[in-house]
Nanobody, 125 residues
Framework: QVQLVESGGGLVQAGGSLRLSCAASGSTASRYAMAWFRRAPGKGREFVAAISRSGANTDYAGSVKGRFTISRDNAENTVYLQMNSLVPEDTAVYSC??????????????????WGQGTQVTVSS
């Protein structure tokens, strides 16, 4: 079982940038496909971005494509989410997730079975 801890959230003005980090421990991160999800106030959990085990393949929700970039450093057991051109609609709790037994190259949007606690991102207008 892998443990996930997010960091890097905060308050930023519209148009600004933030970089979220997700540190994995307890297991080798390269065994897992990883993803970021978010939950805005009063809404359900939403897929944001995912990355394959090696980092070769990525997938993004349409609402963040071109603004957010997911990456990973398996040597550091860390996944990142670079968020640029932030808008108030990006305000949410962002959570990191991992899925075990993912095939190489696969970038799933569902089925994640390991979750972090989340980090708050607030974008002011």
């Amino acid at each position: 079982q892998v443990q996930l801890v997010e960091s890097g959230g905060g308050l930023v003005q519209a148009g600004g940038s933030l970089r979220l980090s997700c540190a994995a421990s307890g297991s080798t991160a390269s065994r897992y496909a990883m993803a970021w999800f978010r939950r805005a106030p009063g809404k359900g959990r939403e897929f944001v971005a995912a990355i394959s085990r090696s980092g070769a393949n990525t997938d993004y929700a349409g609402s963040v494509k071109g603004r957010f970039t997911i990456s990973r450093d398996n040597a550091e057991n860390t996944v990142y989410l670079q968020m640029n051109s932030l808008v108030p609609e990006d305000t949410a709790v962002y959570s990191c997730a991992a899925i075990s037994k993912a095939l190489l190259g696969v970038v799933p949007r569902t089925g994640y079975n390991n979750w972090g606690q989340g980090t708050q991102v607030t974008v002011s207008s």
